[in-house]
């Protein structure tokens, strides 16, 4: 395999980790109608890509299925580390930045904001820099947090198992190109944007 | 012609209104404890500002752990109103405004005490400091202890203190130390084993983020 990697969760329903090239944190995430949602709804559910070693700069995006919760990961390691963006969560009222420590659960960042179906979620790190994206647009500001070092792109999901909550996901090294067939779903407009890191 | 000079004239006040109502808002800066679990629905957060667990919470811009140590930095825009309520709070130290203003005789000894108390040394801060040369220390002496975190766990478990000797610590914590300050491009040669906890943390914080640190959209 080679970065930057891709998936579109094409497989059976409840197939957890999504395939081979995932690894699973706490619960994981699992195949739901050709998209990914936590793998027992109600929990927070993470897999990340391990068919490819990340640089330690890195980036993850994919799209929002029906408004539904969950969004990219970044620098996840061992079973219970990662930064990822939260979407969506709070019964739905609000997106935020987290990062998951030992296990402890931290807010970096409020945003005060939802996302829809189809809406692209990003998050990047690139040193102790974090930032968030919608659809292209950074949201809230840059975050300074250095407690992961490193580790691999990832996706994750709060969503009840009936539902599909996430897809089309990529990830990849930052300052790397994004691949092309990922850039085709979303909207012609956010694709200059989407290749920001 | 009378109405549109009279529709012309509201929308005019009506923005000036809300400009007003928006400049009022202002940066702050607050030291405040940690409030949470740090698992679902309490998440760690920073008390007064823990929007996940209290949707009515003050907001804020930025905020930073110190590790798993009981505080937060926070930056907040806030106006007066919410500014003082927090203020209220016995366990707050909130930063003057503006930050370039010198740490007043009366306030070192406050802002000495609120630090320490987090773990956080302070006995370097004098009143030849400006707040903004204070919050810039102690932001990389932050972000050295996130990382000591992600390695490793709490420093200050164990019963040690700020004035605990490196030597004093269990190897392992001893060990993640240094590596976390290395991994951040800090240099460790000069720290032994007799230095104090307090002197090695500010050693190593003054060697971080040379070209600035962003908090909040401020660099500090």
Redesign the interface.
């Known amino acids: 395999m080679s970065l930057p990697a891709t998936d579109t969760f094409t497989g059976t329903d409840g197939t957890s980790p999504p395939n081979a090239n995932w690894t699973n944190q706490d619960i994981g995430v699992a195949i739901k109608t050709n998209a990914v949602t936590s793998a027992s709804g109600g929990s ?1 559910g993470f897999s990340y890509w391990s068919a490819d070693v990340f640089n330690n700069d890195q980036y993850a995006f994919c799209t929002n299925v029906g408004g539904q919760n969950g969004g990219p990961v970044v620098r996840a390691s061992g079973t219970n ?1 990662a930064y990822f963006l939260d979407e969506n ?2 019964g739905g ?2 997106t ?1 930045l ?1 990062k998951r ?10 945003f ?1 904001l939802t996302f829809a179906g189809g809406d692209v979620g990003k998050i990047s790190v690139s040193g ?2 974090i930032k968030c994206f919608k659809n292209g647009a950074q949201i ?10 490193s580790g691999s792109a990832g996706i994750m999901s709060l969503t009840a198992s009936t539902l599909p909550a996430q897809d089309s996901w990529e990830g990849g090294n930052v300052g790397a190109a994004a691949a092309a067939s990922l850039l085709v779903p979303p909207p012609m407009a956010r694709i200059p944007t989407l290749l920001q890191c | 012609m009378r109405a549109v000079r009279t529709f012309v004239f509201a929308a005019v006040s009506v923005l000036l209104f809300a400009a007003s109502a928006a400049a009022q808002t202002e940066m702050r800066y607050y030291v405040v404890p940690r409030s949470g679990t740090g698992q679902f629905p309490t998440p760690y957060e920073p008390k007064y500002f823990n929007q996940f667990a209290d949707p009515s919470a003050l907001p804020f811009v930025g905020t930073m752990d110190y590790g798993l140590e009981n505080v937060f930095l926070v930056a907040a825009d806030l106006t007066p109103a919410q500014h003082t309520a927090v203020t209220a709070n016995a366990d707050v130290l909130a930063v003057p405004s503006p930050i370039d203003a010198n740490v007043s005789a009366l306030a070192l000894p406050t802002v000495q005490a609120k630090l320490e108390a987090g773990n956080i040394p302070a006995d370097w801060v004098t009143t030849a400091m400006t707040y903004q040369q204070v919050l810039s220390r102690v932001l990389r002496l932050v972000t050295l202890m996130q990382r000591f975190n992600g390695l490793f766990g709490r420093l200050f478990a164990g019963g040690a203190t700020l004035d605990t000797r490196i030597n004093q610590l269990p190897v392992n914590a001893r060990n993640a130390l240094v590596s976390a300050a290395q991994s951040l491009g800090a240099d460790t040669s000069t720290i032994q084993g007799t230095t104090l906890l307090r002197t090695a943390l500010v050693i190593v914080a003054d060697q971080l983020f040379p070209s600035g640190l962003p908090f909040g959209g401020v660099t500090f």
Not at chain 1, 101 to 109: E, F, I, N, P, R
Not at chain 1, 140 to 149: E, H, P
């Open positions: 927070y580390n969560d709070s009222s609000n935020y987290f420590v030992a296990g402890g659960y931290t807010v970096v960042q409020t005060g102790t820099t809230g500001t840059d975050s300074t947090d250095s407690s992961l070092a």
